[in-house]
């Protein structure tokens, strides 16, 4: 049989058993009928590229020449075979924005052959409180799969701490966002909404313009998120510059509640960001993810010069003391709450010496299991 027929059999073939099998738990997200006009090209072609299974273009640039600006007119998506009523989503655009994840590959993060159910109707661009599915098959959900590669073994981990994200949102940590479980402590801040909820990555994470494509392909923001937050001491505090960070957190409770002493002052008056005390993913071994003491030491702060130390340590919620140099000023240390009423029992002295307070003072974490 001529090679050409023998193709169109198969094609034909394919057409025939397509729905049967893609009816089934994971049918694919470029099915027939509801995105293409036809159920395999113009994906894969008589020929194609050498050493592809019959694709036509090579690599990322097939999925591309789909999701780009020109597959969004009419004559663009007739020509590359998408029906009429679909809506490709611009993806060239975004992997173009200065944070991206174009070097990972289309194929790192989605199965083609598999359809993307989200969250059963819920809005992907608001907090849903649950666990978002992977992209890609073979893993559960969305935080498995962004952490096979964002962790210290990962295929983008590398071997600095920061990169272990992984290892900050583990939860037998002293404190963490909850993306791999609910947090046994949970700040009062925290909008009702989110009050137990768990989160995803892609709730930071993701595109700057919200009339964009969702997922985290592209942002003009600083770590591929999705609104500002600021990292660098020295800005006026605002909706804007803490947009990231006041998408979950009530701004007012947290620059003028007495639940959170010293707020106020350090983020509006000395323009402290929230990044210099807070890790945005979790702490290892503080409570409120307060990174002193850890592997990083935040730009702007160095050890205490009266102690040496740089250390935070607390014994509850609107509590604790700070051994670090900061803002032109030594904290050695600078307490609030009830640790500032021991300070001025005790003297800094007494209070300064090492592991007078710290992990030892802090009741054991019960054991929890990954969810």
Not at 57 to 72: F, M, N, R, V
Not at 191 to 199: D, N, T, W
Not at 248 to 258: A, G, I, P, Q, V
Not at 276 to 297: M, Q
Request: proline share 7%; with cysteine; hydrophobic share 30%.
């Amino acid at each position: 049989m001529h090679r050409l027929s023998f193709i169109g059999v198969v094609v034909a073939a394919v057409g025939m058993v397509t729905p049967l099998l893609w009816a089934s738990a994971f049918p694919p997200g470029h099915e027939f009928g509801v995105v293409l006009e036809r159920p395999c090209t113009p994906c894969h072609t008589s020929h194609g590229e050498p050493d592809t299974p019959l694709l036509p273009l090579i690599g990322d640039q097939l999925c591309l020449h789909c999701h780009e600006p020109a597959a969004q007119t009419m004559s663009g998506r007739r020509e590359r075979g998408i029906v009429a009523s679909a809506n490709p989503q611009d993806i060239r655009t975004e992997t173009e924005k200065s944070w991206n994840h174009s070097a990972t590959g289309c194929r790192s993060c989605h199965s083609l052959h598999y359809r993307y159910e989200g969250l059963g109707g819920l809005d992907p661009t608001v907090f849903a409180g649950v666990p978002m599915q992977s992209t890609l098959k073979g893993f559960s959900n969305q935080a498995d799969h962004c952490l096979s590669c964002h962790s210290r073994t990962g295929g983008h981990g590398g071997e600095s701490p920061g990169s272990d994200i992984q290892g900050l949102l583990r939860l037998e940590n002293r404190s963490y966002h909850p993306v791999l479980g609910t947090a046994p402590e949970r700040s009062p801040s925290v909008i009702p909404e989110l009050v137990s909820a768990i989160i995803n990555c892609t709730d930071c994470h993701g595109n700057d313009d919200g009339g964009g494509p969702k997922g985290p392909h592209g942002s003009r923001v600083n770590a591929l998120l999705r609104s500002e937050y600021v990292q660098i001491d020295g800005s006026s505090e605002s909706l804007q510059v803490y947009a990231l960070c006041y998408a979950c957190h009530d701004r007012e409770m947290l620059l003028k509640s007495e639940l959170f002493p010293e707020h106020g002052d350090h983020v509006v008056k000395e323009q402290a960001a929230c990044g210099t005390c807070h890790d945005a993913h979790g702490s290892v071994t503080r409570r409120a993810l307060i990174r002193f003491g850890e592997e990083i030491v935040p730009n702007g702060v160095s050890p205490s010069l009266a102690t040496g130390r740089l250390e935070y340590v607390s014994d509850g919620p609107g509590s604790g003391a700070c051994y670090l140099t900061c803002h032109g000023v030594d904290h050695g240390p600078k307490a609030y709450g009830s640790m500032k009423s021991l300070l001025e029992i005790l003297g800094r002295e007494e209070l300064s010496k090492e592991g007078h307070f710290g992990p030892a003072r802090r009741a054991p974490m019960p054991a929890r299991t990954r969810r």
